[in-house]
């Protein structure tokens, strides 16, 4: 592909040379790691994707994530009380945990990732557009809120609007 390099097989590639990129970019794509929570005190805006922890996060307001849709064996999608709250929030250790308890992990869809990256984008470039605006005031931010087993569970990161508004009817107990 022009203009792709491909750092991770790179022969300059070493610890300080991650740094330096990290320190420099504009935003970040990842996941719930301890690289993005470097990436995360440096300051860096950071759009998450396929996140999925037991742990609460200290992510800043220049993160947008998306969290992993986790489906039960009847076909029932957990909600987000569900995920982090007990016993469901313990059972999230890992694939083989989740499989014990007839859980699923479903990775994000290819629109989920776009959407998130565009909302991370817009942050990054001091010109939001209006799906990187969330505002307590929103509706659905404050649905998202009042789902939460614990509050500032992701600390002062908001979800996607767009997964938000995806699965809202799956997502939020009603």
Request: charged letters at 20%; proline letters at 6%; glycine letters at 4%.
């Amino acid at each position: 592909m022009p203009r792709l390099i491909d750092y991770s097989r790179h022969r300059h590639k070493s610890e300080v040379m991650d740094v330096y990129l990290i320190r420099n970019a504009r935003f970040f794509i990842g996941t719930t790691s301890g690289l993005t929570n470097a990436v995360i005190s440096m300051g860096i805006p950071a759009a998450l994707v396929n996140c999925i922890s037991t742990d609460a996060q200290l992510w800043s307001s220049q993160v947008r994530f998306v969290p992993k849709a986790v489906k039960l064996n009847d076909g029932r999608r957990l909600t987000q009380r569900e995920l982090t709250t007990s016993p469901w929030r313990w059972r999230l250790f890992d694939a083989a945990v989740m499989r014990r308890y007839g859980a699923t992990p479903i990775d994000n869809d290819p629109d989920e990732i776009l959407e998130a990256v565009k909302e991370v984008a817009a942050l990054a470039e001091s010109t939001p557009e209006p799906s990187a605006t969330l505002t307590p005031s929103s509706s659905l931010i404050a649905q998202w809120v009042a789902s939460l087993g614990l509050p500032y569970f992701y600390g002062a990161a908001l979800p996607s609007l767009y997964y938000l508004e995806k699965h809202k009817s799956e997502f939020f107990d009603t």
